[in-house]
Structures are given as structure tokens and as C-alpha cells.
């Protein structure tokens, strides 16, 4: 609710766009870099496992080898495969939180921005 009433009501030209890619660098603020995130598993094991659309972000990976264990202990799927379960949701939850900091990030650079830009124009009048 506080994400909608600040995207929406209080601060509309501020509130970054999720569904666009960032404005600022994402270097910006990390003076020896950011670890990239990777994907391992290729376009074609992915349709091979015949993972869903839905499915296929940066925790692929664990959501895979949950399949597998799946597959190799079927009718007890939580006996055998719970800890591939848990790293597959503690990945997801990860980035999650990961792209809540990203936004929030996003969002702050913007207000900067803003800042800048208003104390620029006070002084460029006075």
C-alpha cells in the first residue's frame, strides 16, 4: 500500500517505472563494481525441462534440481526433496528483496536528482 500511495499520489514524478529499465547507471554508487547475476542453465535445457515461462528467472537454477530430485523420488517428493525446495523459495525471497532495493534505490537517485536540479535553478536566480 505505501509503494501505491507514494507512486501514485504523494510523489508520482519521482516513483521509478518497474516495468522500465533503470534511468541511472547501475554502476553508480559502487566504486569496485556489482557481482553480475548469472543464469547457468541454456535457453535449450530450460525447454528440454520444459520449465514454464513464468518460471524461468535467476533462481532457475534451484527450480531445476528441485525437478530433478522430483522426478528421481517421486511419490516422496518432501521426503527426499525439501532442502532443493527451501533453496528454491530462500532464492526467490532473495530476489525479491533484491528488486525492492533496486527500486528503492532507483527512487532515491531520483529525489536526488530532483534536489539538485531545484537547487541549480535557486541559484542560477539569485
Known amino acids: 500500500m505505501g509503494n501505491m500511495w507514494y507512486s501514485y499520489v504523494t510523489n508520482p514524478e519521482t516513483a521509478p517505472d518497474f516495468r522500465n529499465p533503470p534511468t541511472f547507471d547501475p554502476l553508480y554508487g559502487f566504486p569496485e563494481g556489482?557481482?553480475?547475476?548469472?543464469?547457468?542453465?541454456?535457453?535449450?535445457?530450460l525447454d528440454r525441462a520444459k520449465v514454464p515461462l513464468k518460471k524461468r528467472d535467476y533462481c532457475v537454477d534451484y527450480y531445476m534440481k528441485f525437478l530433478e530430485c522430483r522426478q528421481k523420488h517421486f511419490p516422496r517428493v518432501w521426503s527426499y526433496c525439501h532442502h532443493q525446495i527451501h533453496?528454491?523459495?530462500?532464492?526467490?525471497?532473495?530476489?525479491?528483496?533484491?528488486?525492492?532495493?533496486?527500486?528503492?534505490?532507483?527512487?532515491?537517485?531520483?529525489?536526488?536528482?530532483?534536489?539538485?536540479?531545484?537547487?541549480?535553478?535557486?541559484?542560477?536566480?539569485a
Open 34 to 45: 556489482r557481482e553480475e547475476r548469472k543464469i547457468c542453465a541454456t535457453r535449450e535445457e
Open 87 to 125: 533453496e528454491w523459495e530462500h532464492c526467490q525471497i532473495e530476489d525479491t528483496v533484491l528488486r525492492v532495493k533496486e527500486w528503492e534505490r532507483e527512487k532515491r537517485l531520483k529525489e536526488r536528482a530532483k534536489r539538485k536540479e531545484k537547487l541549480e535553478n535557486m541559484e542560477e536566480m
